[in-house]
C-alpha cells in the first residue's frame, strides 16, 4: 500500500467502518449509515488531566478531518444521554473512558485495566484493540472502540493496518492479532476467529449475483479507471455470463473460481479478489498433503526448484502435474491472478503454487509428475506428499525472510541492505540510524540495496531511506490523482474545499521535489549506491526503484520491476456481503518521479536475467554480477 501524507491513516478508521457495515455480529445497518448521526466519545477519568486533554484533542482532529456532523461529547455526558439513535466511537483506556468501563462486559472480548483478551492474553501498556461491536443499547446502530492501556497510545491505533476484520490488537503499531466473532452454537455466546466460519456453506445464486454486483459497483466506484485496460462492454458481458451459468448452490471456492479471471483482466495488481483465507489455511496446514517441491517459472515454462525427494529431477521442466498438462495450468493460474504484467503474476504464482494447485485440483495422496531432463527424453517420477513443516522449512530455505530489513558487511569496502518490506516505520528508523552509524564507522564505499523480495507496503519507509543516501531535492510521485467515493472520506476536507461535494471527481495533487529532511543528519551516505530489483519487486519498492532510477540516485542491477512505474495504487478493502470474501481496489493513480508513463516498470541500468542453468547452480546471480561491477569499477579508479 502507498501512502502521500498522515492524513491517510484515517482511512484506516474508515475501513474498519466498512468491517462493521458487513462482516456483523448482529444485524448491522450499511455503512451509509456512517454519513450521520455519529457519536464520538472522549475519556475524561485517564489517570491526569493532561492525558484528558490529550484524548480530547485527538477526537477533535478525528472530528475535523473525517466526521465533520458528528457531535463529539465525554463519556460521562454521553452515560447520561440517550444514545440509541447513534453510531458510536469511543476514544479511551478501559477504566479512563467510562462508557467503556460500564459496557465492556457486553463485548466478544475482555479489556482490563492490564490485558487484552481474545483468542490469546496480550499485556503491555503499549497494548491496544480495535473493536466494532453493536451500539449496546440498539444493536441496529454500530459502536466502534479505541482502547489501549495506557493513554498516551491511543493515537497508536489509526497507524495499524488491518483490512475488514471486526477486531485488531496491536502493540507500538505491530498487529498482535485481528479476526472475527461468531457465536458458538451450544454456549450461544460469542468467540473470537482468527477466520469467518463460512468454509462449509453453500451459497444461493441470487446470493452469489449480489455479491458479484457489490463487487463490481464498488470496483466501479472506487477506482480511478476502473477499465482502463480493458473493453468495459466486454467486461461487462463477461460478468453477466458469470452470473447466468449460476442455477445452484455455489461455495466461495466456487465463486473465487468463477470471479478471478474477470478481477484479472482488469490489469491493476492492487484491484484483485482475495484468496477465500480459511478455506486456503484449512487445506494447507489441516490436510497436511503438501506438494513436495517449489517451482520456478521461466519463458512460459515450469521448473523444478527446490525439492525434498527429486535429486536429479532438481531443475528440469515439468511437462504435467497428475495427467494435468503444466502449459494449460499456468495459462489457468495467471488467469487466476491480479496484476499488470506476466512477470509479475509468475512470481506471485510461484510463491502461492501450493493454493492454486489445490483450490483447482483438490487433495492428492501423491504427485505423478513428467520432466524433460537433461538427456531429452521424457520421463515419469512418483512423489509422495509432505507435512506442513517439511514444506515451510524447504519454503523458507529458498525464498522466506525472518526480518523485514537486515544489514551485513559483505567485505572491507561493501555493505548490503535486505529491504524485504515496507512495513514498520518506527522500527525503520531505528534500523536506519544503527545501520548508517555501522557503514560510517565501517567506511563503507559501496552499498548494495536489494528490494527484490519486496512486494511494497508504505511508502514512507523509502523517503525514510533516501534521506540517508541523497542531499538533493527529490519526489516519490510527479502527480497523484485520487477517486472520491462515498467510500473514501480520507481527502473529504480537500475534495470539500477545490470541488464541492461531488463523488466520482477526481483530486490532481501535483508533487513539488524537496529536499529530504536530513540537515542535522551526519550519517548520509556520500559512497556508490546499487539497487537490486527483481519481478517481484512492486507497488512502494517499484516507487522506490523509479525515485533512484529517475534522479540516478545510484544504479539498479536485476530484473525489470514486476509493478509499473506509473501505476494505479493505495487499496480500499471490502468485504462481499454473503460470502464474506474480501477484495481490494486501488483509488489512486501515481505517476513516476521523472513524470511519464512508459507502460513499463523500471528498467535496470544492467539486466541480469534468470534462466532454468541458474536453478541447480543455487548462486545469487544478480549479487554476484554487483560485485563484479563494483569490483572492475574500483580498479577503473586505481
Same mark, same amino acid.
Given at each position: ?98 462508557? @467503556? *468501563?460500564?459496557?465492556? !462486559? =457486553?463485548? &466478544?472480548?475482555?479489556? $482490563? ?6 483468542? +490469546? ?94 463487487? @463490481? *459497483?464498488?470496483?466501479? !466506484? =472506487?477506482? &480511478?479507471?476502473?477499465? $482502463? ?6 467486461? +461487462? ?402
Amino acid at each position: 500500500m502507498k501512502h502521500l501524507s498522515i492524513i491517510v491513516c484515517f482511512g484506516v478508521l474508515l475501513v474498519l467502518f466498512e468491517a462493521a457495515a458487513q462482516t456483523p455480529p448482529a444485524s448491522i445497518n450499511s455503512v451509509s449509515q456512517f454519513k450521520d448521526n455519529i457519536l464520538l466519545i472522549y475519556s475524561t477519568h485517564e489517570k491526569t488531566k493532561e492525558l484528558n486533554k490529550t484524548v480530547h484533542s485527538f477526537c477533535k482532529k478525528i472530528q475535523k478531518h473525517i466526521f465533520k456532523e458528528s457531535k463529539l461529547i465525554s463519556d460521562d455526558k454521553a452515560l447520561a444521554m440517550d444514545v440509541s439513535d447513534y453510531n458510536l466511537i469511543v476514544y479511551g483506556t478501559p477504566n479512563g473512558n467510562s462508557f @467503556i *468501563n460500564k459496557y465492556k !462486559s =457486553v463485548l &466478544p472480548v475482555t479489556i $482490563d485495566s492490564n490485558q487484552i483478551s481474545a483468542i +490469546k492474553t496480550y499485556e503491555g501498556e503499549n497494548t491496544g484493540i480495535v473493536l466494532a461491536w453493536n451500539n449496546p443499547v440498539n444493536s441496529s446502530r454500530n459502536m466502534l472502540i479505541y482502547s489501549s492501556l495506557t493513554a498516551e497510545n491511543i493515537h497508536q491505533m489509526n497507524y495499524v493496518y488491518h483490512g475488514p476484520t471486526q477486531y485488531v490488537i496491536s502493540s507500538e503499531y505491530k498487529e498482535l492479532e485481528s479476526g472475527y466473532f461468531w457465536t458458538d452454537t451450544i454456549t450461544k455466546k460469542w468467540k473470537c476467529s482468527k477466520l469467518p466460519l463460512l468454509m462449509d456453506s453453500l451459497f444461493t445464486p441470487e446470493q452469489i449475483a449480489e455479491d458479484i454486483d457489490y463487487m @463490481i *459497483n464498488t470496483m466501479e !466506484s =472506487v477506482h &480511478p479507471n476502473l477499465y $482502463d485496460y480493458v473493453d468495459q462492454t466486454n467486461f +461487462k458481458s463477461s460478468k453477466d455470463s458469470i452470473i447466468s451459468s449460476i442455477n445452484t448452490p455455489i461455495t466461495r471456492i466456487d465463486l473465487f473460481l468463477k470471479t478471478s479471471p474477470l478481477i484479472s483482466s482488469l490489469k491493476d495488481g492492487h484491484t484483485r479478489i482475495y484468496f477465500p483465507s480459511e478455506e486456503c489455511t484449512y487445506y494447507l496446514e489441516e490436510e497436511q498433503n503438501f506438494i513436495p517441491f517449489l517451482i520456478k517459472i521461466i519463458n512460459d515454462k515450469i521448473y523444478m526448484d527446490t525439492c525434498i525427494q527429486c535429486g536429479s529431477v532438481q531443475g528440469n521442466e515439468i511437462t504435467s502435474i497428475n495427467g494435468v498438462d503444466c502449459s494449460q495450468m499456468l495459462q489457468d493460474f495467471r488467469n487466476m491472478t491480479s496484476g499488470e504484467k506476466t512477470s509479475f503474476k509468475d512470481r506471485l504464482i510461484e510463491n502461492n503454487f501450493q493454493k492454486y494447485y489445490r483450490l483447482l485440483n483438490g487433495p492428492y495422496d501423491s504427485f505423478e509428475i513428467e520432466y524433460y531432463p537433461k538427456d531429452g527424453k521424457t520421463r515419469t517420477s512418483i512423489l509422495k506428499t509432505i507435512r506442513y513443516d517439511e514444506y515451510k522449512k524447504m519454503r523458507n530455505a529458498r525464498n522466506h525472510f525472518e526480518q523485514y530489513y537486515t544489514y551485513k558487511k559483505l567485505n572491507q569496502h561493501t555493505g548490503l541492505i535486505e529491504f524485504n518490506s515496507f512495513q514498520n516505520a518506527e522500527e525503520f528508523k531505528t534500523f536506519l540510524k544503527e545501520t548508517f552509524t555501522k557503514i560510517k564507522t565501517d567506511s563503507i564505499q559501496n552499498l548494495i540495496i536489494d528490494i527484490r523480495k519486496n512486494g511494497g507496503g508504505n511508502s514512507y519507509l523509502g523517503d525514510l531511506l533516501i534521506s540517508y543516501i541523497w542531499t538533493k531535492p527529490y519526489r516519490m510521485f510527479a502527480k497523484v490523482d485520487i477517486k472520491q467515493s462515498e467510500h473514501n472520506q480520507s481527502y473529504r476536507s480537500i475534495k470539500e474545499r477545490i470541488f464541492g461535494n461531488n463523488n466520482d471527481s477526481i483530486i490532481t495533487i501535483n508533487v513539488d521535489p524537496h529536499k529530504p529532511n536530513n540537515k542535522k543528519n551526519d550519517l548520509i551516505f556520500h559512497g556508490n549506491v546499487y539497487v537490486l530489483t527483481s519481478e517481484y519487486t512492486f507497488s512502494s519498492a517499484t516507487d522506490f526503484a523509479a525515485a533512484i532510477k529517475d534522479y540516478k540516485m545510484g544504479e539498479i542491477i536485476g530484473s525489470e520491476t514486476g509493478g509499473l512505474a506509473t501505476c494505479y495504487g493505495d487499496i480500499l478493502s471490502f468485504v462481499m456481503p454473503n460470502t464474506k470474501l474480501m477484495f481490494g481496489v486501488s483509488f489512486k493513480h501515481f505517476t513516476r518521479p521523472g513524470d511519464f508513463d512508459d507502460g513499463k516498470g523500471v528498467i535496470p541500468d544492467h539486466i541480469v536475467n534468470f534462466n532454468s542453468k541458474d536453478i541447480s547452480k543455487n548462486n545469487d546471480k544478480v549479487l554476484n554480477f554487483t560485485l563484479d561491477l563494483i569490483n572492475h569499477s574500483q580498479n577503473n579508479s586505481l
